[in-house]
């Protein structure tokens, strides 16, 4: 037997696996073992249902765990494949958070008859309020903070438009991190006491913003054009598909307010967006 970190094509290193439909988009989840293989499913896009292997996949993502493999090295460190080519190494429960994040960003980037924007999204009296935003922006903690004053979740990670501009849900567990801890913990938004949205909803109000410290809630109005501009820096398939992300964006913000502002901590945010939503 010998010992290394081969990272050439894992074929015989492969053990079990099943393929997965999310919004059109085909994932085939692998694994050197059975327990490895259920952790990955818990970091699929909401709502992804199995399906027979048989089909073709537009996505393929092996992990590996270190250790005696079934190809008869033995590993040093674990390792992630995408469509069978090297993609990282590291800890495995951070591959298995890296293989997830990258199966819900292909999946919104192709996903049928949908247009994702990265954002959070909470529902307020019926009609949804989105906050664009990048990873570590500070979408899940303003997210967590409206729904603690008494919002509806619909989701810390994506906005999910129609193409009649409805807002629909995207109930993935709330990513929590920890103090000095780098990878979210997914949590289930009951687990946490909260009530998370059903229903696509009409867009009432994007808020563009930035945290700065004790900065103030002042929001200024911001242009249709802006908004749109705004929303599709963040807007998955903007390269793959820009005419329908626009069509979509712009059916979505017909009826809403748009606003730009700086805010400083979570709590004191969420009530002024709230307040300014007519509490």
């Given amino acids: ?153 619909y989701s810390d990670e994506y906005a999910v438009i129609d193409q009649r501009g409805l807002i629909h849900p995207y109930p993935q567990p709330l990513g929590v991190r920890g103090p000095g801890v780098a990878i979210q913990q997914p949590i289930p938004i009951e687990r946490l006491g909260y009530v998370a949205g059903n229903d696509p909803l009409r867009l009432a109000a994007v808020i563009v913003t930035t945290y700065m410290a004790d900065a103030p809630w002042n929001p200024a109005p911001l242009t249709r054009a802006r908004a749109i501009f705004e929303l599709t820096q963040h807007a998955v398939p903007i390269a793959r598909n820009p005419a329908r992300v626009f069509d979509f964006l712009g059916a979505a913000i017909e009826r809403a307010a748009s606003v730009a502002t700086t805010r400083g901590e979570a709590t004191p945010a969420a009530r002024a967006i709230l307040e300014w939503l007519g509490r």
């Fill in 1 to 153: 037997m010998t010992i290394g970190a081969s990272f050439a094509e894992p074929a015989a290193c492969v053990g079990p696996g099943a393929s997965f439909c999310s919004y059109g988009t085909t994932v085939r989840l692998e694994a050197s073992d059975a327990n490895l293989l259920a952790a990955m499913r818990n970091h699929l896009p909401p709502f992804a249902q199995a399906i027979d292997e048989a089909v073709p996949e537009d996505l393929r993502l092996f992990v590996r765990t270190p250790g005696p493999c079934r190809c008869g090295q033995t590993h040093l460190t674990a390792a992630l494949f995408r469509d069978r080519a090297f993609e990282s190494a590291g800890s495995t429960e951070a591959l298995v958070h890296l293989a997830g994040r990258i199966a819900k960003f292909v999946v919104a980037e192709r996903a049928d008859a949908r247009v994702f924007v990265h954002a959070g999204v909470v529902a307020w009296e019926g009609r949804v309020v989105m906050m664009p935003g990048r990873s570590m922006s500070g979408k899940t903690t303003l997210v967590r903070a409206l729904v603690e004053e008494g919002a509806t979740y």
